[in-house]
């Protein structure tokens, strides 16, 4: 959320923000300045009805003192009250009012995001890997999985419906050991502190990074609880900082976390039918960082790294693109996108999302510290990305490791975790 004075003193840089995003100011800003004049004035009007009253009362006070009459000033008194009070109302609805729109308004685009309205305008960065040239017809993870039996789509429609999967075998073991991969290199070589939280949150903690209460529709509710299952681990690993203070000697506060994730997907219909690509539920290994606003540009570089490293030493194929301004998350200040290489399906695809938030989602969720020295509290900068999206690793691993046998041979690093070096058929 961005702050309420920036929004009041900038009003036409933000409509030309909301225009880069591909939005329309007038949708989202709606009547902002007539909501905060009209707010504003209900607040001065009850301060100076509360000044009238005050007076009021020691000039009752002093007639009661000397015993003449104050009935008629105590029911001018009783009007200035019920006057001050509707002005009191008027201003707690201006302030819902306003604070409805403000958690509307996407985040300020850091200045070097290109501008664009949809995935076109998106530039890509660097490319890390030369994809392989096979000898045979690379087939999609899809076939391979069945193939290989360790992907069941057709048992996982009977148990749960369309978008869930069913691993068997090494499948499963290869999910598993991607993770305890992923995990390890995070909290060993870059300095992460891994975290088990939970996978059902409430309410404020969706608002707090800014899930609600937009975007409720993509999530999963519990039925008469204030419980939603997480659509990723940025949510519980952010919120536990959630109205804290933290201490200037922690930052940057480097988390991750491996957990399910839960998403409705509402809108994808017709989308990434096949496979693993869009699924209602699936597995992520998530970073988090907090950090002091200086520093947070270096800090997003870093955590970016971390997550190609993921990629690198699995021998995956990928390129980094960084999202203009038409295809960022409404929270997002700037984001890369790693995206793996699939020659199943001859095209990249996104694989890791890292994102720079600044002091967004930290203002919704009051999150700050305070400078050495410093007599006022900041708010810090949160930071999260895919370290990575097991799933899409565990598929991407499958299209670049086939053979033209239909085995499958895993990355030297992973195989340590596997305790094999190659997938083949099984039948269960």
């Not at 929004?7 to 933000?14: D, S």
């Not at 607040?43 to 020691?58: D, M, P, S, V, Y």
Request: hydrophobic share 35%.
């Amino acid at each position: 959320m961005l702050d309420l004075t920036f929004v009041r003193e900038n009003l036409p840089a933000l409509e030309e923000m909301l225009r880069r995003r591909g939005l329309d100011p007038a949708q989202v800003l709606g009547d902002f300045r007539a909501i905060d004049d009209r707010r504003r004035a209900a607040i001065t009007q009850a301060e100076q009805l509360k000044a009238q009253r005050n007076r009021a009362a020691e000039e009752i006070a002093r007639l009661k003192k000397s015993g003449q009459d104050a009935a008629a000033l105590i029911e001018q008194n009783k009007v200035l009250r019920e006057q001050g009070e509707a002005m009191e109302q008027q201003a707690t609805e201006g302030e819902q009012a306003l604070r409805n729109v403000l958690v509307g308004i996407p985040n300020m685009p850091h200045s070097s995001v290109p501008v664009g309205t949809s995935e076109e305008g998106n530039v890509e960065v660097r490319r890390w890997g030369t994809p392989r040239q096979f000898d045979f017809t690379a087939k999609p993870h899809w076939e391979l999985g069945e193939h290989l039996g360790v992907l069941d789509l057709e048992r996982a429609v009977k148990l749960s419906g369309a978008r869930f999967a069913v691993y068997w075998g090494l499948g499963a073991r290869m999910e598993r050991a991607l993770a305890n991969f992923m995990l390890d290199l995070h909290t060993r070589e870059h300095g992460y502190t891994e975290v088990l939280p939970p996978y059902m949150v409430n309410s404020d903690s969706m608002y707090g990074t800014g899930q609600l209460p937009k975007f409720a529709q993509d999530l999963f509710k519990c039925e008469g609880r204030d419980l939603w299952l997480i659509p990723t681990a940025e949510v519980p690993l952010t919120n536990l900082y959630r109205d804290e203070l933290i201490d200037a000697s922690q930052l940057p506060v480097s988390l991750t976390g491996y957990t399910p994730c839960f998403r409705s997907e509402a809108g994808s219909h017709g989308k990434d039918v096949r496979g693993l690509i869009r699924q209602h539920q699936f597995q992520k290994v998530e970073l988090v960082k907090f950090t002091r606003p200086q520093e947070s540009y270096e800090q997003h570089e870093q955590l970016t790294r971390d997550a190609e490293q993921v990629l690198q030493k699995l021998g995956l194929p990928y390129r980094v693109m960084l999202l203009c301004t038409g295809d960022m998350s409404a929270a997002s200040a700037k984001t890369y996108d790693l995206e793996v290489w699939l020659p199943g399906q001859q095209l990249f695809r996104e694989i890791s999302s890292c994102s720079n938030f600044e002091a967004y989602q930290a203002r919704r969720a009051n999150i700050r510290w305070k400078p050495d020295g410093g007599k006022k509290t900041e708010l810090v900068h949160t930071l999260n990305g895919s370290g990575l999206a097991v799933g899409r690793t565990w598929l991407a691993i499958l299209e670049n490791y086939q053979q033209a046998d239909g085995s499958v041979v895993i990355p030297e690093a992973l195989r340590p975790y596997m305790g094999t070096d190659r997938i083949t058929p099984e039948k269960f």
